[in-house]
């Protein structure tokens, strides 16, 4: 029989050393739970994240920091921050402003299936 740890309550420290300095953030709509986006977070966006309420990521692409909606307006407000077991990913529920994640217009980054090797939309 496996016994279950629980790390105690305390202040969470994230730990950027794993992936590069990076958190993996998957982003779910906070009503429907559906998955909208998956994304990195640096120390500097879950600083900004803390402090303004808002979603910000670190895009690996372009090699910086961005507050998610900064352009199109469709921000994404955080309801709740989880933490993973091994306080190296995180899943935050949001309120996407628009109805809008995707920078395709789409409501999801996911709107797309993979079937028989073809990929076709998702209804």
């Not at 794993?18 to 990195?40: H, Y």
């Not at 990521?57 to 309801?79: A, P």
């Amino acid at each position: 029989m496996s016994s279950t740890r629980v790390k105690p309550r305390g202040p969470f420290q994230p730990d950027f050393d794993k992936l590069d300095g990076l958190l993996p953030v998957v982003t779910q709509d906070a009503e429907t739970r559906e998955v909208l986006m998956v994304g990195f977070m640096n120390p500097e966006a879950w600083r900004q994240t803390l402090a303004t309420g808002y979603v910000h990521y670190y895009s690996r692409t372009r090699r910086c920091l961005w507050r998610k909606g900064e352009t199109s307006g469709h921000v994404q407000r955080v309801v709740e921050i989880r933490v993973d077991c091994d306080e190296d990913a995180l899943v935050i529920l949001i309120e996407q402003a628009g109805g809008i994640c995707c920078h395709t217009g789409n409501r999801s980054c996911f709107y797309r299936r993979l079937t028989g090797g073809e990929l076709s939309p998702v209804d």
